[in-house]
């Protein structure tokens, strides 16, 4: 393929064996790895790929098919395609200046006498192995220097966590591998002879949307041992549980809320509940396979009621880790043993923590009874930087007097006597309003999605207003039920639009947000439901269902108008 070591190729695949196996060619080749979200939009991709100026890619059929074909022409540098998940042989409609292949082929020719034979320029452990581009979740995506090192000292900090890593494991991949926390998964399950069997979030599960019913997902049919997880997969199979137990009888309820304390008491006791899993908790735990024996959340904080939920309820512990891109995914993960909620764990063996004083905020170090400020980390995990970035862009990274690499990430925690690190706030998240008062937007979507009606919510406000407001995607279920006791009838979209069920709406969340301890001026005083879910598709949420807070303003500019009485 005429390649020079050194040189970038972009794999733009959904997750599937594939990936891992071009991945691990070029880090045995000494080819960066350049990683592009499945679900990115069109100026994403030419902004990757132009700023990369990748002369090889290797695509799904079907991305080829639907996002590339139409733009090739604005991609000059490129010049080689493989293709993934297709046996044709030519590409007739395709520009004469392109070559393209099926994985097949060029796999067949990789096995000859003569290639197999050609010397390898193996990596040095500073060498850069992957650019990885963020998910854009606040605008253009920025491509992470990751070098082998640092996937070295992330892979290491999460498998000694994970105790008993071996050949009778079988992880379950779906997350995209184009995120850090997918890939260091999986890496991790390389290193330790781990199965890997590759699913996706609408197969995940029996009760998944392309699964047809009475068929099996592919937990059912894989059933892992080791699982990793986005907190909004998580949420939606406690509210999926939480819904049967609210259908069952009276008398399968009382059980079921009995069984659950009792182990939640149990649990805190460090005792097992054997009879309770098996009699009560067991027909939970199938909905992931009935195997599981730890279940790794990341990418964003898990509420406390989800947590406590899965810890019970899955049979397992459920492990809240803490990392960034920027990390290599390495940070800090809890203990296996430890059931508590809230908290991330202590730091990895990769890395280590310290706060940075926010003054302007009210949290500092010194601060009784925990010590708070900005979340630092350090270690050989911290990547190099960001691609093709100025001066200011590389403003969260620094050295200091010892030579060790450090990141600012802009996420703000408090540390707890064991160690233990909690995410309490987030800078960029903070809004001051009009009257002086801090809202930690992601604090109060934390709080409210805990509340049967949300299916997911963001809030927003700016300082020239006295409130906040929010957008909500109502879980249908419960939103119809909620019109059909005040009479309102109409369609799922004149529901959503019903300036009363609006009104019906606001108070069901009002009420949980005072639940969960939030203050007045936290919780949203006008809210809008939107009819339509938010997915990695709309580009109003990343591939791991973070909120584009930049893109949700946009798309809602008008009824943030409406609301603020500007019109």
């Known amino acids: 393929m005429d390649l020079q070591p050194h040189s970038n190729i972009a794999i733009f695949c959904e997750t599937r064996a594939e990936w891992m196996v071009a991945a691990q060619a070029c880090f045995l080749h000494s080819f960066p790895v350049v990683t592009l979200y499945s679900t990115l939009g069109v100026p994403a991709i030419l902004h990757v790929l132009n700023e990369t100026q990748v002369r090889h890619i290797i695509i799904s059929s079907k991305l080829l098919e639907t996002k590339l074909k139409a733009i090739l022409t604005q991609v000059p540098s490129l010049q080689h395609i493989v293709v993934v998940g297709s046996r044709a042989s030519s590409w007739p409609d395709y520009p004469q200046g392109i070559r393209i292949n099926n994985m097949t082929a060029v796999q067949e020719l990789g096995r000859r006498p003569e290639n197999a034979a050609r010397g390898k320029t193996r990596p040095r452990p500073a060498d850069l192995a992957v650019i990885m581009y963020t998910s854009g979740s606040t605008g253009v995506p920025k491509g992470v220097l990751i070098s082998h090192s640092n996937l070295l000292a992330g892979v290491t900090g999460i498998a000694e966590r994970v105790s008993g890593l071996g050949e009778e494991d079988t992880y379950i991949g779906y997350l995209p591998l184009a995120h850090v926390l997918e890939l260091n998964a999986e890496l991790v399950c390389l290193s330790h002879g781990c199965r890997i069997g590759y699913s996706s979030p609408l197969t995940l599960a029996d009760q998944s949307s392309m699964i047809k019913r009475g068929s099996q997902g592919d937990s059912s049919v894989l059933q892992p041992t080791l699982i990793a997880a986005v907190p909004e997969i998580m949420d939606r199979i406690y509210k999926s549980v939480m819904g049967k137990v609210e259908e069952m009888s009276s008398l399968q309820r009382t059980l079921f809320v009995l069984a659950y304390h009792y182990k939640l008491e149990q649990l805190s006791l460090g005792l097992a509940t054997p009879l309770c899993d098996k009699l009560v908790f067991r027909k939970v735990r199938a909905l992931l396979g009935g195997r599981t024996r ?92 960001y691609y093709k970035k100025d001066s200011k862009d590389q403003e969260d990274f620094f050295v200091d007097d010892c030579g060790q690499r450090w990141f600012c990430t802009g996420d703000v925690g408090e540390v707890h006597h064991d160690g233990s690190l909690k995410i309490i706030d987030r800078k960029k998240d903070l809004v001051k309003l009009q009257a002086g008062e801090y809202v930690s937007l992601g604090k109060v979507e934390a709080v409210l999605k805990n509340c049967p009606l949300v299916d997911n919510i963001c809030v927003y406000g700016n300082s020239e207003e006295s409130y906040v407001i929010g957008f909500m995607v109502p879980n249908q279920k419960q939103l119809l039920e909620l019109a059909s006791k005040r009479g309102v009838r109409g369609s799922w979209e004149e529901l959503c639009r019903h300036q009363a069920v609006e009104e019906m709406a606001l108070e069901v969340i009002s009420e949980a947000a005072l639940a969960g301890e939030l203050e007045r001026f936290e919780v949203p005083c006008k809210l809008l439901l939107s009819p339509e879910p938010w997915t990695p598709e709309t580009g109003l949420v990343t591939d791991t269902f973070k909120l584009k807070r930049k893109e949700l303003r946009t798309h809602y500019l008008d009824d943030i108008a409406r609301m603020y009485c500007r019109q």
């Not at 730890?294 to 947590?307: I, R």
């Not at 397992?316 to 203990?335: A, D, H, K, R």
């Open 294 to 385: 730890a279940v790794l959340s990341g990418g964003a904080p898990l509420s406390a009621a989800t947590h406590r939920f899965m810890n019970v309820c899955l049979c397992c512990p459920v492990v809240q880790g803490y990392g960034l891109t920027e990390t290599c995914g390495g940070g800090t993960l809890s203990q296996l043993w430890d059931y508590s909620t809230g908290r991330v764990g202590g730091p990895l063996v990769c890395s280590e923590v310290k706060l940075k004083d926010w003054v302007e905020a009210g949290y500092r170090s010194t601060d009784k009874p925990y010590p708070r400020g900005e979340i630092l980390i350090g270690g050989g995990n911290v990547s190099m930087g």
